[in-house]
């Protein structure tokens, strides 16, 4: 099964969520080599795009160009979304989504993310500004509403999909609640009964199970996974095998977990540059030996150890418990 419209295809229908500063290329490439049917850029600000030039790792980010990608953009200027969609569509993405979904005050004091869902003619200025620029299918993130009183997302997904939105995910949270209590998958239902287009759910699925209530509670056509993915990028795939009946990806185990746990690490820093790169794994590895059950003594050495090749040579016993060289 797979979401498959006139312009869109997500095969299987499982997602890797936007995290910021966490599903960063390095790892949405995992997460696509384990069997997930579509990841998401960190969100970017429209107007970054177009002014600041951005520098190639910035660029390479994006994953323009990278198969079964959305680059995703935030902003509130509608010349400002269309010059960046324009911008990115032209250098490769394939698909462009739109945040109207962040809660963080840095962005909705902009009026950007989530705070668009308190002025949906803003938002659908947005959507139609984006759509009209580009080709490639526009596709939305956002939340249920901006608080308990407000469940805007239903009318800002029929106003989307009017203006030419392709699929709408939802997270199933308000802006107010942030990421205190729990997704409610059933609100989303909501909204896929306000569209035709395919609506994706978000929020609190980490395994088959949850996959499967909040698919059945929702009536939704997807899923989408973000924090259940930390320290095991091959769980979007894994959900998909049990759910959409796609092929089992291979997860890892001992020292095989240990050789793709070094082949992530070895994939940051060679992104991130060494001394960046360093400091961006650490909270990857974190996740891993959480998983692990990684010895307190051992972890702390890896968690400051400098020198990446000492990382790495404490890497097998910290993630498969194999005994350290002498
Ligand atoms: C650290 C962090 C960064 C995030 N960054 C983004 C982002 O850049 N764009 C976006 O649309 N959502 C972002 N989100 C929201 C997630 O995509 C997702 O909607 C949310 O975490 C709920 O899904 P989950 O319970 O599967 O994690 C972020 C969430 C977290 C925790």
């Not at 980010?61 to 032209?90: F, H, K, N, S």
């Not at 287009?197 to 980490?206: R, S």
């Not at 890892?252 to 690490?265: S, T």
Request: hydrophobic letters at 50%; one cysteine or more; a positive charge.
């Amino acid at each position: 099964m797979a979401i498959r419209t006139a312009t869109l295809t997500i095969d299987p229908p499982v997602a890797l969520a936007p995290l910021a500063g966490i599903t960063d290329l390095p790892f949405r490439r995992l997460a696509a080599r384990f069997g997930c049917g579509l990841v998401v850029s960190e969100m970017v600000a429209s107007r970054e795009v177009v002014q600041a030039q951005p520098e190639a790792r910035a660029r390479a980010e994006l994953g323009l160009g990278e198969a079964a990608t959305a680059v995703q953009l935030a902003g509130r200027d509608p010349w400002w979304m269309a010059e960046a969609a324009r911008l990115v569509e032209a250098s490769g993405a394939r698909i462009i989504d739109i945040n109207m979904g962040c809660p963080a005050k840095k962005v909705t004091n902009g009026l950007a993310g989530s705070a668009l869902l308190r002025d949906l003619p803003l938002a659908l200025r947005l959507i139609e500004a984006v759509v009209a620029a580009v080709k490639v299918p526009v596709t939305l993130k956002t939340r249920l509403g901006w608080d308990g009183g407000c469940h805007a997302a239903a009318e800002l997904a029929r106003m989307a999909e009017a203006a030419g939105a392709a699929m709408i995910t939802v997270h199933g949270r308000t802006r107010q609640q942030f990421y205190t209590g729990r997704a409610d998958w059933a609100a989303i239902g909501d909204v896929v009964r306000a569209v035709r287009v395919p609506v994706v759910a978000n929020g609190d699925i980490t395994d088959a199970a949850t996959a499967r209530a909040a698919l059945a509670a929702s009536g939704a056509a997807g899923v989408m996974v973000g924090r259940g993915a930390q320290g095991q990028p091959w769980q979007p795939g894994l959900i998909a095998h049990a759910v959409f009946g796609t092929p089992r990806p291979a997860v890892p185990e001992g020292a095989a977990l240990a050789a793709l746990v070094a082949e992530h690490y070895e994939a940051m820093l060679s992104f991130y540059g060494r001394d960046l790169g360093v400091r961006v794994a650490r909270k990857h590895l974190g996740w891993y030996m959480d998983r692990a059950g990684t010895p307190v003594a051992l972890r702390a050495r890896i968690m400051t150890a400098p020198d990446p090749a000492a990382v790495l040579a404490l890497l097998p016993g910290a993630i498969a418990g194999e005994a350290l060289a002498a």
